[in-house]
């Protein structure tokens, strides 16, 4: 039976596009450029400095040729990038990094419904939970099937990933020593327009890590979750929650959550958002058979917890304390090329951690602001420049190492250059 339903299935999926093909009407194929060069200098980026500690200064530069062919009910996409520091590979090394940031095609079912196959970025929401990791030089992509269902007020995602480290004749194991990654990965993401004010997004997400012990145990931890937004004139209200559930790669059970609220106001040239993000963590006074440290999944942290990266790598970098973010950011547009900007974080533990002397850390970390302009050169090119220093308490030398009585800082300057190539549109019969 279940064979019968799938030779159906893949019978109307075929003759879908044998039909669309007999009444295509034009196919285009689109060349996209994205060059992306950027000089960092770090003097606490990530960790606070020290008498022994020397400012680190390097350029690094992402390169991406993306091209596009689409024709009715089919669109293929890929995106080859090469990453790099400069001076990395030598004047005359035969080494690189050239690789596939996205290569997928998506095939319509009908007009509102279409699958997504292969190596593709997801981006979810305001990328707390999936992020494409944008300004991380590599980003980030996933491999695997995406079914969207896109129609006038509802969209939604069903993505399906996983993983193998090589082609095998026998047996599925995937447990890389080398870096971290899932074996298992299942989204569904849905936005609903309630009304032209009020919206809702939903994220339910189940990720599996095989065990390190036993290559036929997967562990699932469960992300559910989502945001209410209500925006009326110049005034946007949001209201962010999300429930961790399942268990580790360890085997140890989660029970976490995450909350964020917020407020935006703008008036004329100036743009306010006040809010705070509340990370739930583990007592470290206390022994407990269940981690309550939420973990924000595949999202991207630096614009949420503050330039500086001191908080990216969870729950390690709290200690499983978890973590309070009060924030505000201000935004002023000087004119339609310029907007200047000014980020504003506050840092407290949730929850209690010892130092190694066994002695609870003081739950206030410290401040960080961040510092940023751009201006926008012309249609494809914009410059960027931003500006972040921290004043760190005690607590976040105890928890970060380095010495909190030097102020630590970081500065780049990146200009990125998005022109299109080429464009060419064939009319069919």
Known sequence: MKAKLLTLFLSGFFLSHVLSAQTDSSKTIL???????????????RQLPNDTTEAAY?????????????????????????LRVWGQYGQVSTGGSLNVFEAYIESYFTENLFMRIGRQKVELDNGKIFSAAD???????????????EKRKVKSELMAFFNQASEAVFETSYSP????????LNVHFMKVNVDK??????????????????????????????RLEFEKDNLYLTMS???????????????????????????????????AEYMSGDDATATSNISKSFIPLYGVTWKFFGNMDYFISFPNDLKNGGLINPYLFL??????????????????????????????????????????????INSF?????????????????????????????????????????????????
């Not at 992402?62 to 009910?73: A, N």
């Not at 580790?248 to 958002?273: C, D, H």
């Open 31 to 45: 060349l996209d450029l994205e060059f992306r060069p950027r000089i960092e200098y770090r003097n606490g980026y």
């Open 58 to 82: 390097f350029g690094t530069q992402r390169s991406r040729l993306k091209i596009t062919y689409t024709q009715q009910r089919f669109k293929f996409h890929t995106s080859i990038q090469d």
């Open 135 to 149: 300004w991380s030089q590599a980003g980030r992509s996933q491999d695997g099937l995406n079914l969207i269902y």
């Open 177 to 184: 020593t080398t870096f971290t990654n899932y074996k298992l």
């Open 197 to 226: 004010h009020l919206s809702l997004t939903t994220i339910n997400a189940a990720d599996g890590y095989q065990s390190k012990i036993s290559s036929g145990t997967l562990y699932v931890r469960g992300t559910s979750g989502g």
């Open 241 to 275: 929650g999300y429930y961790q559930y399942g268990q580790l790669q360890s085997g140890k059970e989660i029970a976490a959550y995450y909350l964020q609220p917020e407020v935006k106001y703008k008036i004329e040239k100036f743009t306010t958002r006040l809010g």
């Open 331 to 376: 935004f002023y547009d000087i004119n339609h090329k310029t907007t200047v900007r000014a980020d504003m974080h506050l840092f407290y533990l949730q929850n209690k951690v010892l130092d190694k002397d066994k002695e609870e850390i003081n739950p206030y970390l410290g401040f960080e602001n961040d510092l940023s302009i751009r201006f926008k």
């Open 381 to 429: 090119s914009t410059l960027d420049y931003g500006f972040s220093w921290m004043k760190a308490e005690q607590s976040m030398e105890k928890l970060k190492g380095g010495d909190s009585g030097r102020t630590p800082f970081w500065t780049y300057l990146m200009i990125t250059f998005k022109p299109e190539l080429f464009k060419q549109t064939l009319k069919t019969k």
